[in-house]
């Protein structure tokens, strides 16, 4: 069964008189443990997506399917981690935050287990030393680390991520893109991950959404670059340079409806040649 | 505190004024003695203490359930607000004719009008709290699961906790300033007072240096208040998390 499938979902806002169209006909399928990244324009309806997804938000049309089920409400199957840094509780501390959600998802559990389960969590994002500190006496890396920790705690079959590092500096985001990575084959939980960056996007993801503005899909590429993924690999920078020119497109509105009937592009990132990876 | 009790009591030393109005310090501090000893003044501030204390309580819970209200309906929003807008400028006292007829003179009217003072910047407070509590925090509640009151009680009241602190200390202000009007304006019923009414027949009688004494200890009462239990309470709360800046 697949862990997640978006059945031509469409989102309208309707404000006032205008309506703004958020998603378009937005069809995929995510099997358990994939990642998958959602790259876009600003505008592009990424954030709506996993709104959606986390039932935050309703479709106008079309349906989501978590293993299976309809979504219409919140839920800790689908645990979301905002770009915002003040999501974290601020009048608890570190682990108080990991300990409510915790305890919410697990209230069988007894009070040593679970204080255990939230260590190993700190541990895991490596702020086992923090455990006591509150919010505000964090940086904003470590904030979202909190974040990922608690939503990790929960135990969700799908990790929803908005662009969490965006508002960090570029050493400390890839930093946390390798360390979500490492969580990622770690836990193996599905991971449906937002960014701007396109370099995010190639090293993170097993499958890349290209949204173009007016919220259609523009191109649903496997990324088959092999693990772990270099910068300097030339594969690299070939996918580097067709995921520029993808999302190059997607800044247009398409017009009246061609674009958007002719469907995504589909193709792997790199195209392999008889005789070996070749790049395209 | 103690360079301002040494200019007063060179001020008055100096007979610029008639010793009647104006008495040192000293003689201020004497008289306090005297009416701590006869047992008059605290009798007194403990009456007023038990009127604010009951019209506070009661303000804090009405002003909750204004806001619960509000929060729900829509309309009772706008009702609020519009009542707010025409009720929250209005000086307590100013309703305490209308009070006196409904209700007579006694601690009911007293009680009601300190109910009054409080509630109205107590509300606008709690509910502009409320509706500043981050979207993202409530998000994150829903996401665990949270609805109704669990995340009313485990999200939005701890986020609004520096807008209520704030109002319950406008709140207490307030009371504490009704109190002592209402004694001033029409005394007390029998032998029932407070520190206002102490206030009123202390001048009545000419007694000088126990009017300012019972000043004192009107002042003595507010900074303890502030210091001991707002401080407190802010320096174990919203301080040590971080929120106190808004
Ligand atoms: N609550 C809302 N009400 C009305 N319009 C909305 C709402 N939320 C989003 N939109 C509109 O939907 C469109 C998609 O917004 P969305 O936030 O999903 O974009 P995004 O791809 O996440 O952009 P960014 O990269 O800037 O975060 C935008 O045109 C936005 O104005
Ligand atoms: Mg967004």
Redesign the interface.
Known sequence: MKQVEFRQVSKVFATGRQKIVALRDVSFAVEPGEFWTIVGPSGSGKTTLLRCLAGLERPTSGEILVAGRRVTAPGRDRMMVFQDLDQLFPWRTVLGNILFALRLARPDMGRKECSDLAHSYLQLVGLEDYAHLYPHQLSGGMKQRVAIARALGVQPAVLLMDEPFASLDAITRAGLTAELLNIWSETRVTVIFVTHNIEEALITADHIVVLARGGSVRALLPNNLPRPRQVDDPAFAVARQRLHELLGQAQTLPEGNAAHERGPEAHPLVRPAAGGAHLS | MCLLALVWEFLARLHLWPELLFPPFSSVVASLVDEIAQGEIAGRTWYSLSLIGAGLSLAVLASFLACALAMMFPACADALSALMAVLHPLPAIAILPVLLLWFKTGRHSIVLLIVFSAFWPLTASIHAGLRSV?L??I??G?????KGLSLVG??ML??A?PAIIAGLRVGWARAWQASVAAEMVFGASGKDGGLGWFLYKKRYFLEVPAVFAGMLVIIAIGLLVENLLFKFLERH?IE????SSE
């Open positions: 981050p993202t925090q998000e994150v829903k996401n665990l699961g949270l485990n999200v701890p986020a906790l709360t040590r998390w971080g929120m």
